[in-house]
């Protein structure tokens, strides 16, 4: 029913900052909550931002201050602002959104934060 594209992962210094997108399929995007997700090898997959139909927005407490999540409904697209990252940021991103019992996800883009 929904399909999700991210883009804009890569490989950065401490420090440095990335843009992630993500834009979804289908014509009823404003009316939904979207998150950014993020799993490391080894670990659980975890939630890192969520912003709601409204705007507001949530965030785990490791990238509050540094991560900011924002919707364009327009474009169809949330993004994942990074600034500051640390090489603990690095992991697989995906975005994600639930439509009643289901839940849709992005094919995932790769940030690494190394020097």
């Known amino acids: 029913q929904v399909q999700l594209v991210e883009s804009g992962g890569g490989l950065v210094q401490p420090g440095g900052s990335l843009r992630l997108s993500c834009t979804a399929s289908g014509s009823l995007f404003r009316f939904y909550a979207m998150d950014w997700y993020r799993q490391a090898p080894g670990n659980q997959r975890e939630l890192v931002a969520g912003i709601l139909s409204g705007g507001s927005t949530n965030y785990a407490d490791s990238v509050k201050g540094r991560f900011t999540i924002s919707r364009d409904n327009a474009k169809n697209t949330v993004y994942l602002q990074m600034n500051n990252l640390k090489p603990e940021d690095t992991a697989v991103y995906y975005c994600?959104?639930?439509?009643?019992?289901?839940?849709?996800w992005g094919q995932g883009t790769q940030v690494t934060v190394s020097s």
């Open positions: 994600h959104t639930r439509r009643s019992l289901s839940d849709y």
